[in-house]
């Protein structure tokens, strides 16, 4: 069965740890599409074959953009698939393009979000754009069970597949970690959403003596008004650091190797990237508990879960790590990789995507019956 998969640069570590499980069981065309000003980096793959890079020098908003897609999309159309997979947003013209140029009986869309929220990004357009998708496409693949009902709230009558994020990797890392301390870690862009001020006054509240034995470091791009921001928020105090910039991929591993707990204190969330991230270095989790958190973490026993926006209580859940470490932490990363290993593997998460490629191509084959 011929494959044709492509993946924008904004995804590609969604799709990298899977492409080698797959590969040699579908005869499988890898497109990476990367942007004007794209800051991923295209990293060498050992063991992958058949990969193309098309290289853009537009941004979204360039009109020029729609001949670079439509260069891809006859590239799709070349491999002669069985299926296509678009793991792509695409604004504000692929899918439109993709709805003339391709056989829809063999495409399956990624969505990653389904209720937009305060933040997102042109959200009124993007409401419009997907939601047009929705109507022109048939198959959709969901990467969270709660979006994956959602969607289907929404969207009666489509076919839908669920197969979760695999964790993913920046590549191999050294753990050089201060043990003395349970040091936390805030990693990503941040945008209001993401609740740093939140984290930031929780640890403010510590007892000063639990406030001796963390550290908090916060990894992420904002702007210089919000680094001043948070900077004066966090009054000097020693437990809270800052690093304030994109983190290159290569300098991932080490820095998550370099902490006990990563934490999300998001107000909203479909499925987390950093989450997994995290899982593939072995760092527990604390997070809100909202569904794209929760249903990742069993609270308490592999990660730790905070009433979403209660400060009070996101205080009470760090001090307890912070205080009972040495009697439990080593039982959370236990029962955290018996998680790992029945879940997020990349060869357990392969097997639902090589069921749903097989799905569509089938029903391709006998008209359109799932």
């Not at 990004?121 to 069970?145: E, I, Q």
Request: charge should be positive; proline fraction near 5%; aromatic fraction near 12%.
């Amino acid at each position: 069965m011929r494959v044709a998969w492509l993946t924008a640069d904004y995804f590609l570590d969604t799709d990298e740890q899977l492409i080698s499980h797959l590969q040699d069981r579908f005869d499988l065309t890898w497109i990476n599409l990367f942007g004007g000003g794209s800051p991923v980096e295209a990293r060498e793959l050992p063991g992958v074959r058949h990969r193309e890079i098309v290289r853009s020098p537009h941004r979204a908003r360039d009109p020029r953009l729609a001949l670079d897609f439509l260069r891809v999309l006859r590239r799709l159309r070349a491999c002669q698939p069985d299926v296509v997979y678009l793991n792509i947003v695409g604004l504000p013209y692929f899918h439109f393009l993709a709805d003339v140029l391709l056989p829809k009986s063999k495409v399956i869309c990624a969505i990653h979000n389904v209720d937009d929220y305060p933040g997102w990004g042109n959200r009124r357009f993007m409401r419009f754009y997907m939601d047009r998708v929705y109507k022109r496409f048939r198959f959709f693949h969901l990467f969270s069970k709660h979006t994956k009902t959602s969607f289907l709230e929404r969207n009666p009558g489509k076919t839908v597949f669920y197969a979760p994020l695999a964790l993913k990797s920046c590549g191999e890392g050294v753990r050089r970690r201060d043990d003395d301390k349970v040091r936390f870690l805030f990693f990503g862009g941040i945008r209001p959403n993401k609740n740093l001020r939140l984290l930031i006054r929780t640890f403010l509240r510590l007892p000063q003596q639990l406030r001796d034995r963390a550290i908090l470091q916060v990894a992420g791009s904002c702007s210089k008004q919000d680094q001043d921001m948070y900077r004066e928020l966090a009054g000097g105090d020693p437990s809270i650091q800052f690093d304030f910039r994109r983190i290159p991929d290569r300098e991932v591993p080490d820095l998550f190797l370099a902490h006990h707990y990563l934490v999300l204190p998001y107000d909203h969330v479909a499925q987390s990237g950093p989450q997994m991230i995290a899982y593939n270095y072995r760092l527990p989790v604390i997070a809100t508990d909202l569904p794209g958190f929760s249903e990742r973490i069993e609270d308490g026993r592999d990660g730790y879960l905070f009433r979403s926006g209660d400060e009070e209580h996101l205080t009470q859940v760090i001090a307890n790590a912070i205080g009972s470490h040495a009697d439990t932490y080593r039982g959370v990363l236990e029962r955290l990789e018996i998680r790992i290993q029945q879940e997020w593997e990349p060869t357990v998460v392969a097997e639902a995507y090589e069921s749903m490629f097989c799905t569509v191509g089938v029903a391709d084959q006998r008209g359109g019956k799932v």
